[in-house]
């Protein structure tokens, strides 16, 4: 279901910032973004590169808002994902197995989204949430750090081959390795625990639920397009949920005001099973 | 009395301002948004914390009967981003408060804003709920 109260939102916090704002927020804006004449940050200036001539990735990244109507998105273009259904841009949904059908009549509700419990977020839910994320690029391995749920992933970036799959155990985060394809920064992932453990937030890739499984290949297309903006297109083949892999894409835009990530310890105060039922 | 030391940073504001906030738990899972409720009362409690914040009210009923409600806000950090702080609200500030109800029927809602006795002043409370399913 979805409520929308952009109107009474955007006012409000229209209203709020009018006024005032704490000197709590510190801003430290980096002196590596480039200004524009107006002395603003120019978010279409070209994308910064590392030492070795690679595009650099390194920042804070926030979702963008923006949405498609299904179907709508440019020709060789995948469709825009969204936090709460990644599939919102298929006209026809996603390519579903029956174990997929099943997987999403079960979690209607959303009680076992690992984001309510304070798990790590599932691909694509961690690109989507609307907390920010880091991104630590290396000279051997590229950090993300998720603000949401303290999320950490390592993407090796020293040549190492991905492993087979069930051969590490298998991780929240999958396994993850990296390479360049010109200035397409490509990173596979497998070796997921995904939702056949059966145990509650495992194998969501969005709100809504759509599964994956242990088979699950990631492959994420990063393409910082300009200093603002990163396109990620991400490919989930996964061949016990789905009959075709797809792709769809996320857009996010660098923080560049000087603001930073904040502590996020999601357990401090989880009242979510309690107000589910399920806890006393 | 405001002991706080506020900055105006008007610009910033705005740029802020079209952030999202941060939406974290599943809203439909917990409330109910076709009960909506709207109460004013003193504030007992105020939870400056993650995954929520929650503000906890003494209000009374038609029956002028008091009982405590917990109103579920944004994470503290999403509310950090626009322009809340720990010492936003205090204990004896006096607010009105519009949400949605939780499911279960008990004294907790979900908070969309925030209204301050005192200065009429609107805070927004909850979850973006366009990232929700």
């Known amino acids: 279901m979805k409520r929308s109260f952009t109107v009474v939102v955007s006012a409000a916090i229209v209203a709020a910032f009018s006024a005032s704002l704490s000197a709590q927020w510190a801003l430290h804006p980096k002196p590596t973004v480039p200004k524009g004449r107006d002395g603003k940050p120019n978010l279409s200036a070209p994308a910064p590169r590392t030492a070795d001539g690679k595009p650099d990735l390194s920042g804070i990244w926030m979702r963008t808002n923006r949405t498609e109507a299904p179907g709508s998105a440019p020709a060789g273009q995948p469709p825009l994902a969204t936090f709460g259904n990644i599939g919102v841009g298929f006209k026809e949904g996603l390519p579903y197995r029956p174990l997929a059908v099943d997987l999403v009549k079960k979690r209607v509700g959303a009680l076992d989204n690992p984001d309510a419990l304070c798990l790590p977020q599932g691909p694509l839910e961690y690109h989507l949430d609307p907390q920010p994320r880091e991104i630590i690029q290396l000279p051997q391995k590229i950090v993300i750090v998720y603000e949401s749920n303290y999320g950490i992933r390592t993407i090796y970036t020293d040549g190492r081959a991905l492993p087979k799959q069930g051969e590490p155990q298998p991780y929240w985060h999958g396994y993850s390795v990296g390479r360049w394809d010109g200035d397409t920064l490509v990173v596979t992932s497998n070796n997921f625990r995904g939702a056949v453990t059966g145990l509650p937030g495992d194998g969501w890739l969005d709100g809504k639920g759509d599964p994956f499984t242990d088979a699950l290949t990631l492959t994420e297309r990063f393409r910082r397009v300009n200093f603002g903006q990163l396109n990620i297109d991400v490919t989930i083949d996964d061949p016990k949920a789905y009959t075709r892999p797809f792709t769809v894409r996320v857009e996010q835009e660098i923080v560049a005001d000087g603001s930073e990530m904040i502590e996020f310890i999601c357990h401090e105060n989880q009242k979510f099973l309690k107000l589910t039922g399920r806890e006393n | ?133």
């Open chain 2, 1 to 133: 009395m405001k002991t706080r030391v506020l900055v105006v940073l008007g610009g910033l504001g705005l740029l802020l301002a079209s952030r999202p906030i941060a939406a974290h738990h599943s809203f439909t899972a917990e409330f109910d948004a076709a009960k909506p409720i709207m109460l004013t009362g003193a504030v007992t409690k105020f939870e400056w914390t993650n995954p929520h914040a929650w503000i906890y009210i003494d209000a009374k009923d038609e029956k002028g009967a008091v009982s405590n409600w917990g109103f579920e806000l944004a994470a503290a950090s999403g509310l950090m981003r626009s322009g809340w702080t720990r010492l936003t609200l205090k204990a004896g500030d006096v607010v009105t408060i519009e949400g949605t109800r939780a499911k279960n029927g008990s004294n907790n809602a979900n908070a969309q804003t925030v209204t301050l006795a005192s200065t009429g002043k609107k805070l927004f409370a909850g979850a973006n709920t366009q990232t929700q399913p």
